[in-house]
């Protein structure tokens, strides 16, 4: 135990030491030319907190049980909590502790990792449904001031750049480790990075929790560039290159690549880039009579089928380049309708010419200069998206290293672009116009609105007492109570990334108290009598939205764990359960409030497709002024008008505000 503690404590003084002289000298070793090679040069290296990130938690059986049923009991009849209490009671004192024994025991055995993620990956991977829409989001970037940065080479030019700058960051281990700072005038300091810089990475983590610094999981960042998920018979694989250099353009259905990075790592000169750009830019083809793209929109199964009829053509070569590349460039230029709905379809789902939806993520650039992201979800989640999204958009704004007036310079046709071109024949035309019909048919099924409201924003949702998502969330329950005075499964992504390997809990909004304020505003109709009354039931809306947050950032919440007892009873081969053989079991997990939150200086706004047919897709951003909130809203037409609950949606706005001003 002593030489243990001796040990440890040399350890702790030479590695101390190097990081004292690496703060007083910080690039002490680096070149003249770094200032341009990284968007970041942290004196606290990129993975430090990650060896001491804890463990994801389990939760105690009785602790799921009872909160499953709470969630129920928000949306089911008396009936029917009823049946689910005794399914319920019976599972806790039946299969329920063995299940949860042997959750136990599996995690016991895999200590390097969280009890959710390899299943997460997994059921990304053998879900058989199309990407667009039904998976990958999308977040849209707000404009440059200055016009002339929004002409679509230099906006292209400049986020290459700056996304080169982040990756460059990100391998070397210079980009800041991602830490969610409680408050950032105590902990977002040069003494925060002194002191924890001085701790060992196996104890790190827990110097932040001094300042109230919580570092976030990063493994995620791993597979932003350079990754790719590939269709296979049953369930998909993702391949990452870890030195990719080059980067995947398509424009117009025509596939492109050229190198962002020199042979040496070191990113290439802004009019290099620029220059590459600027000739698939001028390439004056007109769009593919075979865009082998819109394949990737298809049932996994047929893609891979149709990928692997492919490879025997002789394009194996392509299809290296492609997966390999650090990431796709949309070249969106004959887009010049600034109508935002028009804008919105494009960023989810366009019309598949112009998109490979399997890579890691794509960044779409319009005729406008409207820029967005749209992202393949298997790999990771929010965190590492938006963390790549404000680090490089803000550089490319603040820093943008390729300016208008220096267009003339450039050449027309690089040598450095090299074409993509497929080898193709009858079966591969049939398929891709088969796709083509097929996907107009579902996307134009689909419909999208959304809502810039200036009514109200964070600062007077926390001067009335409440949370402000707990108000977004309230509103969204709202508006589908005034449209068909019913309460219906919802679900809110939470990020577990607080712990090593974490994915996401769900956050279960709709409760007991929302459905009464609800019921109440609702029945009240236009009467303000009973503003006040409805103020002190908001707040006691937002204490219990904040509690299922605080319980689902840390792991507390049920949804995970019921999937892991379900997953596990699975495997076995046994009868499943009572409770989760309960068609309200199902109905909980038929999400038809799907929301999740875009919370970005630099994102306008964001969203997804609805997670089932009947239900709507809900991204949404609450700014920290007063007056902004932002919204976009997807649903299928045969079974909902997203135009029909965003108008219900500013009234259920209306009525909050109204209230939150009441004495």
């Excluded at 002490?28 to 770094?34: E, K, V, Y």
């Excluded at 698939?280 to 819109?294: E, N, Q, V």
């Excluded at 999204?389 to 550089?395: A, E």
Aim: hydrophobic fraction near 40%; charge should be neutral.
């Amino acid at each position: 135990m002593v030489i243990n503690m001796i040990i440890f404590l040399s350890e702790l003084w030479v590695d101390g030491i190097s990081k004292v002289f690496s703060y007083i000298l910080p690039g002490h070793s680096r070149s003249i030319d770094d200032e341009y090679q990284y968007l970041q040069q942290s004196s606290l290296p990129t993975m430090h907190f990650q060896a001491s990130l804890p463990r994801l938690p389990i939760p105690k059986l009785e602790d799921t049980c009872k909160k499953y049923l709470k969630a129920q009991k928000a949306i089911l009849s008396p009936e029917e909590c009823e049946r689910t209490a005794k399914n319920v009671a019976a599972f806790q004192l039946k299969e329920g502790p063995q299940l949860h024994q042997q959750l136990l025991e599996l995690d016991a055995k895999n200590k390097h990792t969280s009890y959710i993620s390899e299943p997460w990956f997994d059921m990304y991977l053998r879900d058989r449904r199309p990407l667009p829409i039904n998976f990958n989001p999308y977040m849209v970037f707000y404009q440059e001031k200055n016009a002339a940065y929004n002409m679509p080479l230099v906006k292209a030019t400049n986020i290459l750049i700056s996304s080169a700058r982040f990756l460059r960051s990100l391998r070397a281990g210079l980009l800041e480790p991602e830490v969610f700072h409680m408050n950032r005038k105590k902990s977002d300091t040069k003494f925060f990075r002194f002191v924890t810089g001085l701790l060992p990475s196996r104890i790190a983590t827990y110097g932040a929790y001094l300042f109230k610094a919580f570092p976030l999981d990063m493994s995620q960042f791993n597979h932003l560039f350079g990754t790719t998920r590939i269709p296979e018979i049953e369930k998909d694989r993702i391949t990452s290159d870890p030195n990719a250099r080059h980067v995947l353009v398509i424009r117009r259905g025509h596939l492109y690549t050229f190198d962002i990075l020199n042979e040496d790592g070191s990113i290439r000169s802004p009019h290099e880039i620029a220059s590459c750009v600027n000739t698939i830019l001028h390439d004056p083809r007109a769009p593919s009579l075979c865009p082998i793209g819109i394949l990737t929109t298809t049932e996994r199964n047929q893609w891979a089928r149709n990928r692997q009829h492919l490879v025997n053509l002789g394009n194996a070569d392509v299809f290296k380049k492609i997966d390999t590349a650090t990431f796709l460039l949309a070249l969106d230029d004959d887009l010049v309708d600034e109508d935002i709905n028009v804008l919105l379809r494009d960023f989810l789902h366009a019309d598949g010419t112009n998109r490979w939806f399997d890579k890691s993520f794509t960044l779409i650039v319009t005729g406008k200069g409207w820029t967005a992201i749209n992202f393949e979800h298997s790999w990771g989640d929010g965190v590492a998206v938006l963390r790549f999204c404000q680090d490089m958009k803000h550089d490319a704004t603040v820093r943008p290293r390729f300016h208008p007036e220096e267009r003339a310079q450039l050449s027309i046709s690089s040598p450095d672009v090299q074409k993509l071109e497929f080898k193709i024949d009858d079966v591969t035309m049939e398929s891709v116009n088969r796709a083509l019909k097929e996907y107009k048919h579902w996307t134009d099924r689909l419909t999208m609105q959304h809502l810039l409201h200036n009514i109200f924003g964070k600062k007077q949702c926390k001067t009335a007492g409440v949370s402000p998502d707990a108000v977004m969330q309230l509103a969204f329950q709202l508006a589908l109570y005034k449209l068909e005075k019913r309460a219906v499964a919802t679900y809110e992504s939470c990020s577990t990334a607080a712990f090593k390997h974490g994915r996401t809990e769900t956050i279960r909004s709709c409760t007991d108290e929302t459905q009464a304020l609800c019921k109440a505003i609702v029945e009240s109709g236009t009467s303000q009598i009973n503003d006040s009354k409805y103020k002190k039931m908001m707040i006691e809306c937002s204490n219990a939205h904040t509690a299922l947050t605080k319980e689902a950032a840390m792991g507390q919440g049920f949804d995970r764990h019921l999937f892991m007892l379900r997953r596990i009873c699975l495997e076995n081969g046994g009868e499943l359960p009572a409770i989760f053989k309960d068609p309200v079991f199902a109905k909980l997990n038929e999400n038809i409030l799907s929301t999740s939150t875009l919370g970005a200086s630099v994102i306008l706004g964001g969203g997804f497709g609805p997670v089932v047919e009947h239900g709507y897709g809900i991204g949404y951003a609450i700014d920290d002024t007063d007056l902004s909130i932002r919204l976009g809203v997807a649903s299928y037409r045969d079974h909902r008008d997203a135009s029909e609950y965003v108008a219900s949606l500013k009234s259920a706005f209306e009525d909050i505000h109204r209230i939150l001003q009441s004495e």
